[in-house]
């Protein structure tokens, strides 16, 4: 079965990111331990809300909790020991009480996609009960490049 890749739009606000890999990231091959690549993950959506003005740390004064609810990832090649990653991400999906992230990992500047990955989340109000994505929330996340993220961003018209 081959993995199907969803890959942003030309519209789609796309972050990037950098990761130095540790020593403690690797196995005794010094490979980077498959377990570590969701935490870079993590990494990466941290710093797109970061991108679109809105670090979690907001998302969260503002009561909205937003929990893994389903991860994946395709390994064509490893990372190893001192590689630098970078991490390009995007929102490829929101819908009422969900969006989706997309991850690609390349090592550093070439072009080639070493590893995709997504992750899915739900929203949460505090009381850890599912809600609807607030509409100030859905404005930042939507993955077209729209008037609300333009406004994040401080970009085009």
């Given at each position: 079965?081959?993995?199907?890749?969803?890959?942003?739009?030309?519209?789609?606000?796309?972050?990037?990111?950098?990761?130095?890999?540790?020593?403690?990231?690797?196995?005794?091959?010094?490979?980077?331990?498959?377990?570590?690549y969701f935490r870079f993950f993590e990494q990466a959506r941290n710093e797109h809300l970061r991108q679109l003005k809105m670090p979690y740390s907001e998302v969260?004064?503002?009561?909205?909790?937003?929990?893994?609810?389903?991860?994946?990832?395709?390994?064509?090649?490893?990372?190893?020991?001192?590689?630098?990653?970078?991490?390009?991400?995007?929102?490829?999906?929101?819908?009422?009480?969900?969006?989706?992230?997309?991850?690609?990992?390349?090592?550093?500047?070439?072009?080639?996609?070493?590893?995709?990955?997504?992750?899915?989340?739900?929203?949460?109000?505090?009381?850890?009960?599912?809600?609807?994505?607030?509409?100030?929330?859905?404005?930042?996340?939507?993955?077209?490049?729209?008037?609300?993220?333009?406004?994040?961003?401080?970009?085009?018209?």
């Amino acid at each position: 079965m081959t993995k199907s890749v969803i890959q942003p739009t030309v519209d789609t606000f796309v972050s990037t990111s950098w990761y130095r890999v540790l020593y403690v990231d690797t196995d005794n091959m010094q490979i980077v331990n498959n377990s570590h690549y969701f935490r870079f993950f993590e990494q990466a959506r941290n710093e797109h809300l970061r991108q679109l003005k809105m670090p979690y740390s907001e998302v969260e004064k503002r009561g909205i909790r937003t929990p893994l609810t389903e991860t994946g990832a395709h390994f064509y090649s490893s990372f190893h020991y001192d590689d630098l990653i970078r991490i390009e991400s995007w929102i490829s999906q929101v819908k009422r009480a969900s969006f989706r992230f997309e991850y690609f990992l390349y090592l550093d500047d070439s072009p080639n996609v070493k590893v995709t990955g997504f992750t899915v989340h739900a929203t949460l109000a505090e009381d850890l009960k599912v809600v609807k994505i607030p509409d100030w929330l859905r404005d930042i996340i939507s993955p077209s490049l729209g008037p609300a993220q333009r406004k994040y961003l401080n970009v085009g018209p």
